[in-house]
């Protein structure tokens, strides 16, 4: 609802600098120090259209300055859970049923259905035994954390280790996961996930697995709920045990 993604999405968009580092330290900035601590940012691209291959494009950098044309979106609770929601299919479906032109604005990102905090804690929001939120966090942390310089936003997910290797295809399992638990949270039945998924065809041709794969995590999810046992992942190592970089020579 238009309230609640106003619960999680700030309008400011200037920051200072910082240099990184491997372990998170909470700081404070002017401009956004009232409310945001960590030493790094999301953003998305305020250029867009409807006709690309993904229409909302959010992203992830260290702290840094920012101009017009990467929007903030800073969350006081589970930042890294909505930077994972809006850059899930289901939303970028519905983004584009707002979206008529080519600048993503504040105006459609605060009318975006983003779930409240609340509804995403609580024992009974879960991914068969495991939490939604520390199902989600693993996910996102692999994805996300392929670099030194993202090392405090890891930190921040409880992850003190050297970055992950980037490996295509683990990559698109992690992220078939993650949107098929979005259209779970969403409520999206498997006909119309079906279907809001053929509606990517840009994304369908350059990954022609990309709807069976989904499908197929988000079967494996309702699995999973239904009899109350774990989420058992395709991958082996499971994630957020990806294969890692090797420590730096100094």
Same mark, same amino acid.
Not at 154 to 162: I, P, S, T, V
């Given at each position: 609802?238009? %309230?609640?993604?106003?619960?999680?999405?700030?309008?400011? =968009?200037?920051? @200072?600098?910082? &240099?990184?580092?491997?372990? /998170? *330290? !909470?700081?404070?900035?002017?401009?956004?120090?009232?409310?945001?601590?960590?030493?790094?940012?999301?953003?998305?691209?305020?250029?867009?259209?409807?006709?690309?291959? %993904?229409?909302?494009?959010?992203?992830?950098?260290?702290? =840094?300055?920012? @101009?017009?044309? &990467?929007?903030?979106?800073? /969350? *006081? !609770?589970?930042?890294?859970?909505?930077?994972?929601?809006?850059?899930?299919?289901?939303?970028?479906?519905?983004?584009r049923q707002k979206l008529g032109g080519t600048n993503m604005t504040y105006n459609y990102v605060e009318q975006f259905p983003v779930p409240a905090p609340a509804n995403l804690e609580g024992g009974d929001v879960r991914i068969g035994s495991e939490s939604l939120l520390d199902w989600m966090r693993l996910r996102i942390c692999e994805l996300a954390y392929t670099a030194w310089d993202m090392a405090?936003?890891?930190?921040?997910?409880?992850?003190?280790?050297?970055?992950?290797?980037?490996?295509?295809?683990?990559?698109?399992?992690?992220?078939?996961?993650?949107?098929?638990?979005?259209?779970?949270?969403?409520?999206?039945?498997?006909?119309?996930?079906?279907?809001?998924?053929?509606?990517?065809?840009?994304?369908?041709?350059?990954?022609?697995?990309?709807?069976?794969?989904?499908?197929?995590?988000?079967?494996?999810?309702?699995?999973?709920?239904?009899?109350?046992?774990?989420?058992?992942?395709?991958?082996?190592?499971?994630?957020?045990?990806?294969?890692?970089?090797?420590?730096?020579?100094?």
């Open positions: 609802s238009r %309230r609640a993604s106003r619960r999680l999405v700030s309008t400011s =968009s200037t920051c @200072g600098s910082c &240099t990184g580092h491997r372990t /998170a *330290r !909470r700081v404070r900035r002017p401009g956004i120090g009232h409310r945001w601590e960590h030493l790094w940012l999301c953003g998305f691209s305020n250029i867009t259209s409807p006709t690309n291959q %993904r229409s909302m494009t959010p992203c992830l950098i260290p702290l =840094s300055a920012v @101009g017009h044309s &990467t929007p903030l979106l800073l /969350a *006081r !609770r589970h930042p890294a859970v909505l930077l994972s929601l809006m850059s899930s299919i289901p939303l970028d479906y519905l983004a405090p936003f890891a930190n921040d997910l409880g992850d003190n280790g050297l970055p992950f290797v980037w490996d295509p295809a683990r990559r698109a399992v992690l992220r078939a996961e993650l949107d098929a638990a979005v259209f779970h949270l969403y409520g999206i039945d498997r006909d119309d996930t079906e279907y809001i998924l053929s509606t990517f065809p840009i994304a369908n041709r350059k990954d022609p697995d990309l709807s069976a794969r989904v499908l197929d995590a988000y079967d494996r999810i309702a699995t999973a709920g239904e009899s109350g046992v774990p989420f058992v992942s395709t991958l082996d190592p499971p994630p957020g045990h990806g294969r890692r970089h090797e420590e730096p020579v100094a």
